[in-house]
């Protein structure tokens, strides 16, 4: 069966610090493959999908960037973390004609 | 872009059937209707999805009237493990990936 992980669980970082969070799915090919943040109380969204290796399209215009090195493994990145990117981020994946399915998120605090 | 209404919140006891509607006038031709149930601090769950009519799984049932303008997520005898948020969502199931929006959904808490 198919799993997503996604780490850390949480994360605690200084204004302008480096970010990375890793999302990675077992158990598929070729999926595609989604980072979404969010708030505290509100709806998810979209930052980031991927169709592929290397493709990466971009809803919104931010300070993060997304990265995909290979086939099931996605990345999410940012220079210098702002404050405004505290948040929870989800990563999913979907394959086909099939649902979304998300990891269990990694929340961010910027102090 | 398909936009969803949903009630913010909803109040139910154990045991009861829950009804949660939501309306999508704007519902195009190829969107297919998605729910998703996430508890605090965890992912999205996907519970049920259809195009038309109605369709059941294990969990849930998802009725869907001939205009598709609107669906009803229905919980049947629902226990304190289902208090949570439940999303209603609209959109294709290829492509436009980017066209799945999701709302601040509906609050369910349930009673004892």
């Known amino acids: 069966s198919q799993t997503i992980h996604q780490w850390p669980a949480t994360l605690v970082q200084p204004v302008g610090s480096p970010l990375s969070l890793e999302c990675t799915v077992e158990g598929t090919s070729n999926p595609n493959l989604y980072w979404y943040r969010q708030a505290a109380g509100r709806g998810l969204q979209l930052l980031f999908y991927s169709v592929g290796i290397g493709q990466i399209s971009s809803e919104v215009p931010q300070n993060l960037s997304a990265s995909r090195p290979q086939d099931r493994q996605f990345i999410l990145s940012s220079k210098k973390l702002l404050l405004s990117d505290s948040g929870f981020y989800l990563c999913?994946?979907?394959?086909?004609?099939?649902?979304?399915?998300f990891g269990d998120g990694t929340r961010l605090s910027i102090l | 872009l398909a936009k969803t209404t949903q009630p913010i919140s909803m109040d139910s006891y154990e045991g009861q059937e829950v009804n949660i509607t939501c309306s999508h006038n704007n519902i195009a031709t190829n969107d297919y209707i998605t729910w998703y149930q996430q508890f605090p601090s965890q992912g999205p769950r996907f519970i049920i999805q259809g195009y038309k009519t109605k369709v059941t799984n294990e969990v849930a049932s998802l009725f869907i009237p001939a205009d598709r303008k609107s669906s009803t997520l229905s919980l049947p005898r629902v226990s304190l493990s289902d208090t949570a948020v439940y999303y209603c969502l609209v959109g294709p199931l290829s492509g436009g990936y980017n066209k799945l929006i999701f709302g601040a959904g509906t609050r369910l808490a349930v009673h004892p």
């Open positions: 999913a994946w979907s394959v086909q004609s099939q649902p979304q399915h």
